[in-house]
DNA sequence: ATACTAAACGGACTGCGGTCCGCTTTCTAT
DNA sequence: ATAGAAAGCGGACCGCAGTCCGTTTAGTAT
């Protein structure tokens, strides 16, 4: 029953993985939830993180290349969750409801999902600069995109663009945590800004 | 015709400011904006700015808090006509008009003074964790709201925050310099979104 | 003029993200 | 088993934002 345990994201030729690096990037996993767990993600540093995984810190951005690879790495799963629920999901979130109802949905899942994974987005996000290059939110924008084709849209392209900075996370964050709207709110504007949006002349 | 240099959000008890104090002050933002100037926002760094303006760079921080606030004071200039302008100018930007086109107007103005100022604005958001307490983003954000409002928006705080965040600098900049989006698409684009959202059932 | 006080000053210092590069380890070919 | 090459490693190092605190200086009161 001894499996081999999966490495994300290899592409074909794999040149397969020193077993040192195995190791090393095990121990980083492991620090890096210990301490976003203890401490919260916002608090982690990478010479912290360096240190509790008993590694050099250039190991650390040789692994995950910064602090915001760092954050995604760390959200992949719970992402990869999310998006296989609005692609191959039952409706109204997955294929099968009318593009209306499953931007609704769409948007109540993310607002959740971001209030989940709050600290790791904002904190994945402040890349600056990739931002776009980010495979999730191209999908997710991608995703919306299509939608928002079929429901008649014009520039369905930049429209989802401004959807996508509407379920910004640090909007959604400190919008409930900071200026103490509840989620309720949230989701009811998005319906309300989704179904004027899309209702036909 | 001599006059006094007016010193700006100077609140009603006023200590009088130094004399020392204003000159370094006028030297800092000449610097600044000779730096601005020859290099752009982004690559101004703080270090440099105090060594430029012969200052030590505990004076800068004194002066401006931050890296963000300094670059809110040397947008507000511009931010303040570009306020007046939506406050009490012509229609339909100004009052006068209805809402909605009152709307597209500040849409349209907003992202022809993102695409001028962008630099600075993207730089004056790092702040990250203010970003509302900047007066200058609240008086937004209120215009806007009043506006959804009188046009039956049912919560129109919550909906100026959505429109807010896609209107977000960093998105109208990257848009246009990173993704080749023209300008007229954001704001056809824009226009579309509020039409949409504001015609009546 | 002198003495006093509070504001202002400046630059050394800290903490963090990120880079660099000489050394070590693992794998592969023989 | 051995040697060579490449991938991996680690920690000193850099640049930058922001803080701290002993020193200087501009106004004020006498």
Known sequence: MS??????????????ERSDAARNRERLLNAAR????????????????????HVGKG????RFGS???LMMTLLSDSESE???GFMFGPPPLGPGAPPLDR???????????VLENGELLKAAGAATRNRFDVP????????????LREAGIVDPWVMAMSLTYALDPERIVDD?????????RLTDSWRELITRLLRSA
Not at 59 to 62: A, D, H, K, N
Not at 136 to 147: D, F, G, Q, V
């Open 59 to 62: 190991t650390v951005f040789r």
């Open 103 to 113: 931007l609704i949905a769409f948007g109540e899942g993310r607002i959740f999902f």
């Open 176 to 184: 409930v945590r900071v200026r103490g709207i509840s989620p309720t």
């Open 67 to 69: 602090r915001a690879g």
């Open 3 to 16: 499996s081999i345990p999966i490495r994300p994201d290899v592409p074909p030729g794999a040149p397969h």
């Open 136 to 147: 999730a939110t191209k999908l997710s924008h991608r995703h919306m995109e299509i939608l």
């Open 82 to 84: 999310f998006q296989h």
């Open 34 to 53: 210990d301490l976003v767990a203890e401490s919260g993600a916002e608090a982690l540093t990478m010479d912290a993180l360096a240190c509790k995984a």
